[in-house]
């Protein structure tokens, strides 16, 4: 079955310093994989995707993520955090081939940019 | 274009009461769900649609029903609501499969059931 894992509820990072934001994930074939962040009170907003091809992704406000094939990863980075980066932070997977119309989303990361 | 648009923005209803929640897009997307929000448990699909006509179920579809008779709205019904389901729900759109599979989200219904 698929399955995302999020394993920390919380990260602290003071403004400045580079931040990860950790994603595994389980799927039966191959995998596309989401980061989406939501801020206070508001819908789900789209970061980066990986489909295929490199397996460094660049997204939106500076943010990055590394599909790693063998430890079935997909962290988020930002190499110098920002206090707007403030919010929560979504790791998704969807199934390439078979039973792709489900997304599966883990339980989120609270990211607290300190100033 | 709008994009994705859900009704009411908060709703308290009694155990028991049935209500539709309203979702619209305006993007021409195939693909719409649903999903609910509860602390410490990231997003669970109720519904989906892959379009007009065409719904399947998801991780947590019980007490939840759904139709789909145009592309634009997938509305989401509560036949009798009970305090578990108590949550945020929100809507979701994307183009079928492919680059374009990145999803749209509305601004959620925040629903308590008494």
């Known amino acids: 079955a698929q399955s995302v894992a999020q394993p920390e509820d919380q990260v602290n990072v003071a403004e400045g310093n580079p931040l990860t934001v950790k994603c595994t994930y389980s799927?039966?074939?191959?995998?596309?994989l989401f980061w989406y962040v939501q801020y206070p009170n508001r819908g789900l907003q789209f970061l980066l995707k990986?489909?295929?091809?490199?397996?460094l992704v660049k997204g939106s406000y500076g943010f990055e993520a590394e599909f790693n094939k063998s430890q079935t990863s997909f962290h988020l980075k930002k190499p110098s955090a920002l206090v707007s980066d403030s919010a929560l932070y979504f790791c998704a997977v969807r199934e390439a081939l078979y039973n792709f119309n489900k997304f599966y989303f883990g339980s989120g990361t609270k990211l607290n940019v300190k100033p | 274009n709008a994009g994705v648009t859900q009704t009411p923005k908060f709703q308290v209803l009694k155990t028991g009461q049935s209500m539709t929640l309203q979702c619209a897009q305006d993007?021409?997307?195939?693909?719409m769900s649903w999903y609910r929000q509860d602390p410490g448990m990231g997003l669970r699909l109720i519904h989906y649609s892959v379009g007009a006509g065409i719904t399947d179920q998801g991780e947590v579809p019980n007490g939840y029903n759904v139709s789909r008779s145009t592309t634009e709205d997938f509305p989401l019904r509560l036949l009798s609501a009970a305090p578990s389901q108590t949550s945020v729900y929100f809507c979701a759109s994307s183009y079928q499969r492919g680059a374009k599979d990145t999803q749209y989200f509305g601004p959620g219904t925040r629903l308590t059931v008494l």
């Open positions: 993007m021409n997307h195939e693909y």
């Open positions: 990986y489909i295929t091809g490199d397996n």
């Open positions: 799927v039966s074939g191959n995998p596309y």
